[in-house]
């Protein structure tokens, strides 16, 4: 997996096979691993919830060279990656300060 199939992924709408590469399969197991297997999200707000999702902070179809970048990947409960989704709510992993202007 390259970034040039990455790009073909995404004009053909097939995202999906990208999800199910191995390449992918273990950077995901490398995130959960470096976040402790906990919902970064719920960390910083003091509670302890396992991961459910490891999310790409920088969108796939938008920057497919980072789709495989260890620092472009966050781990999140369920309920706050449809959080992020839902309100398009920038994540800044670096430097762990993902709150950001959000009003809780
Ligand atoms: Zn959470
Ligand atoms: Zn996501």
Same mark, same amino acid.
């Given at each position: 997996?390259?970034?040039?199939?990455? @790009? $073909? *992924?995404?004009?053909?709408? #097939?995202l999906?096979?990208?999800? #199910?590469c191995k390449a992918w399969r273990q950077l995901r197991l490398k995130a /959960? $691993?470096?976040?402790d297997n906990e919902c970064q999200m719920c960390?910083? *707000?003091?509670k302890v919830h396992e991961v459910d999702n490891v999310h790409h /902070? &920088? &969108?796939v179809k938008d920057f497919p060279e @980072?789709? =495989?970048? =260890?620092?472009? =990947? !966050? %781990?999140? %409960?369920y309920y706050h990656h449809? =959080?992020?989704h839902e @309100?398009? !709510?920038?994540?800044n992993n670096k430097e762990k300060k993902i709150f950001d202007d959000e009003k809780w």
């Open positions: 997996m390259n970034v040039d199939k990455i @790009r $073909e *992924l995404i004009a053909t709408g #097939k999906i096979q990208f999800y #199910k /959960i $691993e470096r976040d960390k910083a *707000l003091g /902070i &920088e &969108e @980072r789709a =495989l970048d =260890l620092n472009n =990947l !966050i %781990c999140l %409960c449809n =959080l992020v @309100r398009g !709510i920038k994540l």
